[in-house]
């Protein structure tokens, strides 16, 4: 199976493609959406590209455009997102809503609750 790591931040980028290499998987490094394109339009197609969110904000990180791209070559193309924040995947149950929206509250001690 092969990955492409779309990730600006090169220790991340790097510890990424060892991990999965370690896990079997073909693995193509990109820091940038243009860098991704190249490689995938001369090694693609790969199974899943694996992309920080940070590409998909504002118009100047291109990663909308390069999804985009992808989809015209490959319209099943498989993504998903690299991101520091919490994410919430649906479908999802009313407790593990709970359990997720738990993580921004404030504890009842808090000096500022």
């Known amino acids: ?15 990424t493609g060892v991990m999965l290499n370690k896990l079997g998987y073909q693995v193509g490094l990109a820091p940038d959406c243009d860098e991704a394109l ?24 291109g990663g909308a455009k390069f999804i985009d791209a992808l989809r015209q070559k490959n319209p099943e193309q498989k993504f998903a997102f690299i991101t520091g924040s919490p994410v919430l995947k649906k479908p999802f149950s009313l407790q593990e809503l ?8 404030r504890p009842a001690h808090s000096r500022f609750g």
Not at 1 to 15: D, G, P, S, Y
Not at 41 to 52: E, T
């Open 1 to 15: 199976m092969k990955v492409l790591v779309v990730e600006a931040e090169e220790a991340f980028m790097t510890a």
């Open 38 to 61: 190249r490689i995938y339009s001369s090694q693609g197609p790969y199974d899943v590209v694996l992309i920080a969110l940070k590409f998909l904000r504002g118009s100047g990180a």
């Open 98 to 105: 709970d359990d997720f929206m738990g993580g921004f509250r």
